[in-house]
């Protein structure tokens, strides 16, 4: 194991490994039942996604994900479906322009395929070129924001039923338990415990019992419900998927959305990579420099990569949103983690939650939203990246937030900054400047908004 792993080589010890597998999966259990609890929104009465078979997915996509890129990356990151791109999935793709669950999941399976040919291609190099750094930041942090205020939503602290969002005036018993959610999660954070996040969600479900907004199961270890898999899995395969999908005369839609999927997915993981592995030495600049360059699987990053990327794929086949690379890793890796042996560490403690998902699923929405809020706040550390006193780098930073976020769209934000991107370097003369691929995506969008128009004037 040692040999195989690296262990002794990369200074670490199997002791080492194990702790940071535990802190790394305290960190980031929340999406056990954050996820469900997301995408079971976008079923409907007649088309209802089920939330076991959701939950199930969840641990499934986690564990064979991170089980990938710790045998085969061999490097100490956990995979799990993405906070945001869940948000997309539900809010944007189903409940906003329509689809039903079963073609979203068809989508992130496209998207997956796609991210995989382009870890192994050149192509990933152009579009990782493409993208400037300011609307990557301006993407990530946007997400963060969007994410923020679904939890300000779900937990009743926001109310959106009028003319305009206002406060909630606290007279329902939700909203204050999910501020006592946060509060609890903010003060363990400033104490720096480990899994502040899932003790947070933890004891705001317990004191949501006495208050009657927890529901407590008859039984708390009914297997029989781990039989929802069957609802959700392969799902996309039938009448309502691939076959709905391209029969649907939206196409255009289709490639916006598998489009958004995979830029998000991509750049959320290559930030992960290098932000928490450069520093640490897990990746140094060879390693990226490999990445960007090379084909096929030359540097530890290559690997990383691909196994993010058919995560993707796999988790779609069990009925989850895209996959992908966790911030909360740096939790493991800041406890020494260095090897893929953390990775499995972690994978098999998502395993052995599988019996639990009666247990699981008594989290009600107020008490999983403050961790929404919470990881909001950490993707806004992206915003300071942006050189907001440059006015070029600004504009289109700022579309891609405001649109994002109050227009309720993650997909609408990137299609604004990629339009006033190109504008500004239009009207700078500066239109050299603007990749191609930039380019025909913002022209895309143009198309897709003036097609959306039309039918809507229909």
Same mark, same amino acid.
């Given at each position: 194991?040692?040999?195989?792993?690296?262990?002794?080589?990369?200074?670490?010890?199997?002791? +080492?490994?194990?702790?940071?597998?535990?802190?790394?999966?305290?960190?980031?259990?929340?999406? $056990?039942?954050?996820? &469900?609890?997301?995408? #079971?929104?976008?079923?409907?009465?007649?088309?209802?996604?089920?939330?076991?078979g959701i939950f199930v997915a969840t641990i499934l996509a986690a564990a064979i994900g991170t089980l990938i890129m710790g045998l085969v990356a061999k490097v100490p990151f956990a995979v799990a479906p993405g906070m945001g791109l869940n948000a997309f999935f539900t809010f944007t793709v189903c409940m906003g322009?329509?689809?039903?669950?079963?073609?979203?999941l068809a989508m992130v399976f496209i998207c997956g395929i796609i991210n995989i040919i382009i870890t192994v291609t050149q192509l990933r190099k152009a579009i990782i070129k493409a993208i400037p750094k300011s609307l990557q930041l301006a993407i990530g942090g946007g997400i963060g924001l969007f994410i923020a205020?679904?939890?300000?939503?779900?937990?009743?602290?926001? =109310?959106?039923?009028?003319?305009?969002?206002?406060?909630?005036?606290?007279?329902?018993?939700?909203?204050?338990?999910?501020?006592?959610?946060?509060?609890?999660?903010?003060?363990? @954070?400033?104490?720096?415990?480990?899994?502040?996040?899932?003790?947070?969600?933890?004891?705001?479900?317990?004191?949501?019992?006495?208050?009657?907004?927890?529901?407590?199961?008859?039984?708390?270890?009914?297997? #029989? /419900?781990?039989?929802?898999?069957?609802?959700?899995?392969?799902?996309?395969?039938?009448?309502?998927?691939?076959?709905?999908?391209? #029969?649907?005369? /939206?196409?255009?839609?289709?490639?916006?959305?598998?489009?958004?999927? %995979?830029?998000?997915?991509?750049?959320?993981? !290559?930030?992960?990579?290098? *932000?928490? *592995?450069?520093?640490?030495?897990?990746?140094?600049?060879?390693?990226?420099?490999a990445m960007s360059e090379s084909k096929g699987f030359k540097s530890k990053m290559d690997r990383a990569l691909f196994a993010d990327s058919t995560a993707t794929s796999i988790g779609a086949l069990f009925g989850t949103s895209n996959t992908t690379t966790y911030i909360e890793s740096a939790s493991g890796i800041?406890?020494?983690?260095?090897?893929?042996?953390? %990775?499995?560490?972690?994978?098999?403690?998502?395993?052995?939650?599988?019996?639990?998902?009666?247990?699981?699923? $008594?989290?009600?929405?107020?008490? +999983?939203?403050?961790?929404? !809020?919470?990881?909001?706040? $950490?993707?806004?550390?992206?915003?300071?990246?942006? /050189?907001?006193?440059?006015?070029?780098?600004?504009?289109?930073?700022?579309?891609? !937030?405001?649109?994002?976020?109050?227009?309720?769209?993650?997909?609408?934000?990137?299609?604004?900054?990629?339009?006033?991107?190109?504008?500004?370097?239009?009207?700078?003369?500066? !239109?050299?400047?603007?990749? &191609?691929?930039?380019?025909?995506? %913002?022209? @895309?969008?143009?198309?897709?908004?003036?097609? @959306?128009?039309? =039918? =809507?004037?229909?």
């Open positions: 194991m040692d040999k195989y792993f690296g262990i002794t080589k990369n200074g670490s010890t199997v002791r +080492t490994e194990v702790l940071a597998g535990f802190t790394t999966f305290f960190t980031m259990a929340y999406i $056990m039942f954050v996820n &469900p609890n997301i995408l #079971s929104a976008a079923g409907t009465d007649a088309n209802p996604f089920n939330w076991n322009l329509k689809f039903q669950w079963q073609e979203a205020y679904i939890g300000f939503i779900s937990a009743g602290i926001i =109310n959106i039923g009028g003319n305009v969002p206002s406060l909630s005036r606290f007279t329902e018993y939700s909203p204050l338990l999910a501020l006592i959610g946060l509060t609890v999660i903010i003060i363990l @954070m400033m104490l720096k415990v480990k899994g502040a996040m899932l003790i947070g969600i933890i004891t705001a479900t317990l004191i949501g019992i006495p208050m009657g907004v927890t529901s407590v199961p008859e039984k708390l270890f009914d297997l #029989s /419900r781990l039989a929802g898999i069957g609802d959700v899995s392969f799902a996309f395969f039938g009448d309502i998927g691939f076959k709905s999908l391209f #029969s649907s005369g /939206r196409g255009i839609q289709v490639i916006i959305v598998v489009f958004a999927f %995979s830029l998000t997915d991509t750049f959320d993981t !290559i930030g992960t990579f290098i *932000g928490a *592995g450069r520093k640490t030495g897990i990746f140094d600049n060879n390693d990226e420099r800041s406890e020494g983690g260095r090897t893929g042996l953390t %990775s499995v560490v972690v994978a098999a403690l998502f395993v052995v939650c599988l019996p639990l998902v009666a247990i699981f699923g $008594m989290a009600p929405a107020a008490a +999983t939203a403050p961790a929404l !809020i919470i990881v909001g706040i $950490m993707m806004a550390e992206s915003f300071k990246g942006i /050189r907001w006193d440059e006015i070029e780098e600004a504009i289109p930073a700022f579309f891609t !937030i405001a649109i994002m976020t109050l227009a309720y769209n993650i997909s609408y934000g990137i299609a604004a900054g990629f339009i006033f991107y190109l504008i500004v370097k239009l009207f700078k003369q500066r !239109i050299k400047d603007v990749h &191609p691929i930039l380019v025909g995506a %913002s022209l @895309m969008f143009v198309l897709y908004f003036v097609l @959306m128009a039309i =039918n =809507n004037m229909g």
